[in-house]
C-alpha cells in the first residue's frame, strides 16, 4: 500500500510541468498541468508556456529534468546521463508604459524592422547607438539611471548589454552572477546579485527610452561563456552547438530571462550569442544551431526581433578573400541571415585584430550592405572600434554606414562613463560620456543622422 501511494504521488508530481516548460502547444503531448503556483499561458499556436500565477507575485521552484548528452571520438561512442536543474523566479511584471519621470518619453510600442530600416517608438530611421556590456552588473541603480540618462540626452537609441553572466563556483558575496553551472546542473540566479541587477536595466531604459539588445552566451571565457558551460557539462566548444545537455541548459536560461522582459518595448532585440564561431567546424553546425535558438527563442515571444550577433565572417558578396571574408570560423553570413526567424543582420569591425587597415573596413561595411539589400533586411553595424586616433579612423566608418543601404544603424564599441565608483571599464576602445571623442562620434554622428 505504501508503494502505491509513492507511486501515485510520484506519477502527479512527475506529470506537472516546470516552471518556465512547455505545457501546451500544436503537435503538443506532454501534461498540460503547471506546478503550484504557475499556470500554462499561450504564446502562439506551437507554444504554451508555464508562468506564474500572478505577474506581481515572486515565486521560486526548482524543477530538475534529466537529459542525455552523447560524446563521441574515432574510438567510441559513449552516452551520459546528466541532470539539468534550473530555479527560477520572476519579480513583478515589467509591462511598458508611458514614462513620466526622466527625460525619456518611453513608449508601449515594440521596436521592429521596416524595410531595410529600424522602426522605434513609430519613427522608421538609421539609428546610433553603443555598447555597454557591463551595465547589468552595476550594484547602484543611482549609476543605472545616469547612464541611461545620459544615452537619452546624447540620442543614442539602442543600447547592447550583457543578458549573460555565467559562474561555475559561486562568487564572494555582493558578486553579482546570472546562472551557476557546476557539475552538469544549470542554476539561474534571479536574487539581488542576480537576474535583479539586470531588471534594474530594464527598468530604466523603459524610464528614458533606451532600446536594449540582450544576448545569452558569450563566445569568448569572459563572464562565463560557452566555456563555462563545457566546463560544467564536459565535451568542446566547437561541440557546444550541438551537446544535448548543453542546449537545454541553454534555451532553460534563454526562457528564464525572456519571460522577466516579454512585455517590456525597451527590448530592441533578443541575441543569440556575442560572436558565436565554431572554428574548423562545417558552416552548418551554427546554421543548424541559429534555426533552432532563434525558432525557440520565436516561440517563446513573437514580440521582439532575434538576432544572431555574430562578426559578420563568411560573406562572398564583394570578398577580397581575405580572413574576414572566408567561412574558416564557421559561419555563412548570407545563409544565416536568410534564416526566417533572424529579423535582422549583425556585423563587427576590427580591422587591426583582423590583420585588415583601417581604410579595408570601408568595403567591410559596404559589403555587408549590400548582402543586407540583396537578402531585404538590414544590417546593424554592431561593433567597431580602435584605440587610438578614434576620430580620425572611426567617423569616417560611421559616415559610410550612414551612406550604404542596408545598414540602418551602428553601435560604437564602448560607451564611457563617470559612476559613483569611479570610471567605468576601459579596454582601450572605451568613449566617455563629455570628452573630445564623444563630441564628434556621438554628438556630430547623431547630427548627422
Not at 503531448?29 to 503550484?36: H, I, L, M, R
Not at 499561458?41 to 506551437?46: D, G
Not at 563572464?223 to 565535451?235: I, L, N, Q
Amino acid at each position: 500500500m505504501e508503494f502505491l501511494l509513492f507511486f501515485l504521488f510520484f506519477f502527479f508530481v512527475s506529470a506537472q510541468v516546470a516552471p518556465y516548460g512547455q505545457c501546451g502547444g500544436e503537435d503538443y503531448s506532454g501534461s498540460t498541468t503547471c506546478e503550484a503556483g504557475w499556470v500554462c499561458q499561450y504564446q502562439n499556436e506551437w507554444y504554451s508556456q508555464c508562468v506564474a500565477s500572478t505577474a506581481s507575485s515572486s515565486t521560486s521552484s526548482t524543477s530538475s529534468t534529466s537529459s542525455t548528452s552523447s560524446t563521441s571520438s574515432s574510438s567510441s561512442t559513449s552516452s551520459t546521463s546528466t541532470s539539468s536543474t534550473s530555479t527560477s523566479s520572476t519579480t513583478s511584471s515589467k509591462t511598458s508604459t508611458t514614462s513620466t519621470t526622466g527625460t525619456g518619453t518611453s513608449s508601449t510600442a515594440f521596436p521592429s524592422v521596416n524595410g531595410l530600416n529600424f522602426t522605434i517608438d513609430g519613427k522608421t530611421s538609421y539609428y546610433a547607438g553603443t555598447n555597454a556590456y557591463w551595465m547589468g552588473f552595476l550594484t547602484d541603480d543611482a549609476d543605472v539611471d545616469l547612464v541611461m540618462n545620459h544615452l537619452n540626452e546624447s540620442g543614442l537609441r539602442i543600447l547592447r548589454v550583457w543578458g549573460f553572466n555565467d559562474v561555475n563556483t559561486v562568487p564572494s558575496s555582493g558578486t553579482v552572477y546570472y546562472q551557476l553551472l557546476t557539475n552538469g546542473t544549470a542554476t539561474v540566479n534571479t536574487g539581488a546579485d542576480g537576474l535583479q541587477r539586470l531588471d534594474a536595466v530594464v527598468a530604466a531604459a523603459e524610464t528614458y527610452d533606451v532600446k536594449l539588445i540582450i544576448n545569452f552566451v558569450n563566445n569568448w571565457s569572459d563572464y562565463g561563456g560557452m566555456a563555462a558551460y563545457v566546463t560544467a557539462f564536459g565535451g568542446t566548444q566547437t561541440g557546444w552547438y550541438t551537446d544535448t545537455a548543453i542546449q537545454a541548459a541553454y534555451q532553460n536560461y534563454i526562457s528564464a530571462v525572456i519571460s522577466r522582459y516579454i512585455d517590456s518595448s525597451a527590448i530592441f532585440a533578443w541575441e543569440l550569442a556575442n560572436e558565436p564561431r565554431c572554428q574548423g567546424c562545417d558552416t552548418s553546425v551554427i546554421t543548424d544551431w541559429v534555426v533552432t535558438t532563434s525558432a525557440y527563442i520565436k516561440s517563446l515571444d513573437s514580440k521582439h526581433m532575434v538576432c544572431i550577433g555574430d562578426e559578420g565572417f563568411g560573406l562572398t558578396t564583394d570578398s577580397d578573400g581575405s580572413y574576414p571574408y572566408t567561412d574558416g570560423e564557421g559561419l555563412n553570413f548570407t545563409v544565416n541571415l536568410a534564416i526566417d526567424t533572424i529579423d535582422f543582420g549583425t556585423f563587427h569591425l576590427y580591422p587591426d585584430s583582423w590583420d585588415e587597415t583601417d581604410a579595408w573596413g570601408d568595403g567591410w561595411i559596404t559589403a555587408h550592405g549590400a548582402a543586407c539589400v540583396a537578402a531585404g533586411k538590414p544590417c546593424l553595424l554592431e561593433e567597431y572600434g580602435v584605440t587610438a586616433n578614434q576620430c580620425a579612423i572611426e567617423a569616417p566608418w560611421q559616415r559610410t554606414a550612414l551612406d550604404t543601404s542596408g545598414v540602418s544603424g551602428d553601435l560604437f564599441w564602448q560607451y564611457g562613463d563617470t559612476l559613483s565608483t569611479g570610471e567605468s571599464p576601459d579596454d582601450g576602445n572605451t568613449i566617455y560620456y563629455g570628452s573630445s571623442e564623444f563630441t564628434c562620434l556621438v554628438t556630430d554622428h547623431v547630427e548627422a543622422i
